[in-house]
């Protein structure tokens, strides 16, 4: 089995930073499929346009882009490329990062997919500082990596305790209806539970309110149609479930810093 070192990707590399114990790389996908292979840090691959399948002993992730990995290290895997242009961002995080933080990735073994829109939004954020790179962008990065993580070792607690039925159910109602408009009263009724106890304990599980989830949602599902260069603001907006263009420019600078064209312009280049 083939062992990458540190900067390593199969692909074509666009760019790599080399930080304190960090490094990270825009790597274009032209492998029709790499056979199984792992890499000695551990490490977040995140889809910036197309879609890859990714297989690892228990799971095949269908990826497209605004998928967000991560890979504890030397952890095996393999890679199928679908037809047409895949790109994707890599952070790898060395042991001695760790250390010199005092820091542990704790229970966050193996590979795993991961959905929250908070997390994937930290993504977009670190992927922005590598294209502004100032004196400013080491500590950026390692702040919102610490973030990160902190953010993935508390949903990891949460998802190991045990938790009511309705959790899961509502994250996937919301995850596949974002875009409709939808009321505490419908959700409830499909749910079962009180608005009042769903308002409530949503926070407990979600670490915000369902306005801000579905929010986030809509803005980090913005980022990914915004890589695909047939994809109008007016098609995107409509896609994302925004009222209308100026909503989705002012929700997407809010949560972002810049405009929805400005980051078009930043990750096409």
């Not at 666009?14 to 790389?25: C, F, P």
């Not at 390692?142 to 039925?165: C, E, F, H, Y």
């Amino acid at each position: 089995m083939k062992h990458l070192h540190t900067g390593q990707f199969h692909g074509q590399t666009n760019q790599t930073i080399h930080l304190e114990g960090i490094t990270l790389t825009d790597t274009e996908y032209t492998h029709d499929k790499v056979d199984w292979h792992y890499h000695e840090n551990a490490y977040f691959t995140f889809i910036l346009q197309g879609k890859v399948i990714e297989g690892n002993k228990k799971e095949v992730y269908n990826c497209d882009a605004g998928s967000l990995l991560f890979h504890n290290w030397q952890e095996p895997h393999y890679n199928i490329k679908p037809e047409g242009f895949t790109r994707g961002f890599h952070i790898e995080l060395q042991q001695s990062w760790f250390d010199s933080l005092d820091f542990s990735l704790g229970k966050l073994v193996g590979s795993m997919n991961l959905s929250n829109p908070a997390l994937k939004l930290v993504l977009y954020k670190i992927f922005r500082e590598t294209k502004m790179e100032d004196m400013n962008t080491s500590l950026s990065v390692q702040t919102l990596l610490l973030q990160l993580l902190g953010q993935m070792l508390q949903d990891n607690i949460v998802a190991s305790n045990q938790k009511p039925l309705w959790v899961n159910q509502i994250k996937e109602m919301l995850h596949d209806r974002f875009w409709d408009k939808l009321t505490l009263t419908e959700l409830s009724t499909d749910l079962g539970i009180h608005p009042v106890h769903l308002s409530r304990d949503f926070v407990k599980y979600f670490h915000c309110n369902m306005g801000e989830y579905i929010r986030k949602l809509k803005v980090e599902k913005s980022l990914s149609l915004l890589s695909q260069k047939s994809k109008s603001l007016s098609d995107i907006t409509f896609d994302c479930g925004f009222s209308d263009q100026s909503h989705f420019s002012r929700c997407f600078r809010e949560t972002n810093g810049i405009n929805p064209l400005e980051y078009r312009r930043l990750i096409l280049g």
